[in-house]
């Protein structure tokens, strides 16, 4: 899943990259940030599909949004920002709101479907520590088809040392074969990509930042429609909690950018 979603992400990108850079378009200055960048970024979007392998998609997508939690803790530890107290209170507000989400575990809520959704979180806050770093030195778009040529490579790779898994039964879902579910999968991520560069052209990020909540009614969406998942009420309070912190965290993030303009 993971090659053929970097594989079928480039041809979008190099096309819009070449249009928009011209012949600089895969020109790096900071690799070694890179290089960070794309290793997490790996990481996250493996544990984000092995998360949703063991638990209901809905509850994967509120875990993921803890990201912006994590990146508040590792800008402190990597980037060396200046965090306030009412930031510090919002991150151990945003893991009250995980404890509603995952407390009192039961026997339907996988233990280790839910450490991989952490673990994603974590990994793709560490992708975005760099990436910040990245946009000081570097275009997104370059950056971009570095990290998924470096991720259709790297998966290649793991795809040929793992054991075959191919023969392995799949329920067939809406008459589509496997190879196409993966293709389609591939096309979907390049347009993601490819909109997500174009909207920064247009907006800034603090305008668009709040648009990533959409994803938890999505994903709510995708759960019940496709895979009959049940919706409780603990899982609502927990996610308006964890979106709740999460836009705290991003206004606290535009009044310190404000004031530092000033």
Same mark, same amino acid.
């Given at each position: ?11 979008? #990108? ?14 790096? *200055? *900071?690799?070694?940030?890179?290089? #960070?960048?794309?290793?997490? !970024? ?16 809905? #509850? ?33 507000? !945003?893991?009250? $709101? ?14 280790? !479907?839910?450490?991989?959704? #952490? ?35 790297? &998966? ?33 991520? &390049? ?27 999505? $994903?709510?969406?995708? $759960? ?34 404000? *004031?530092?303009?000033?």
């Amino acid at each position: 899943i993971v090659f053929y979603r970097y594989l079928l992400c480039l041809p979008l #990108l190099i096309l819009y990259g070449r249009w928009s850079l011209g012949a600089q378009f895969l020109r790096i *200055n *900071n690799i070694f940030v890179l290089v #960070l960048r794309s290793i997490f !970024g790996f990481m996250g979007l493996s544990f984000w599909f092995l998360a949703i392998m063991h638990i209901d998609i809905s #509850l994967a997508t509120a875990l993921a949004n803890t990201m912006p939690i994590f990146i508040t803790i590792l800008s402190i530890l990597i980037g060396k920002e200046n965090v306030g107290t009412r930031r510090i209170i919002a991150v151990l507000c !945003g893991f009250v $709101g995980v404890m509603v989400l995952l407390l009192p575990m039961n026997a339907e809520v996988s233990m280790i !479907g839910t450490l991989y959704a #952490l673990s994603g979180a974590f990994f793709a806050g560490l992708m975005f520590v760099y990436i910040r770093m990245l946009g000081k030195s570097d275009a997104t778009i370059s950056t971009a088809i570095w990290y998924n040529s470096g991720g259709a490579v790297f &998966s290649a790779l793991l795809w040929a040392v793992l054991p075959d898994q191919s023969r392995t039964e799949i329920p067939i879902e809406m008459g589509l074969s496997p190879l196409a579910i993966l293709v389609f999968i591939g096309v979907l991520a &390049s347009f993601q990509q490819f909109f997500l560069a174009q909207s920064h052209r247009y907006a800034e990020a603090s305008a668009l930042a709040p648009l990533h909540y959409i994803a938890i009614p999505m $994903g709510v969406m995708v $759960g019940v429609v496709l895979f009959g998942e049940v919706i409780t009420g603990k899982f609502i309070v927990g996610s308006l909690i964890i979106v709740g912190v999460n836009y705290y965290i991003f206004l606290r993030e535009r009044a310190a950018v404000r *004031n530092n303009s000033v």
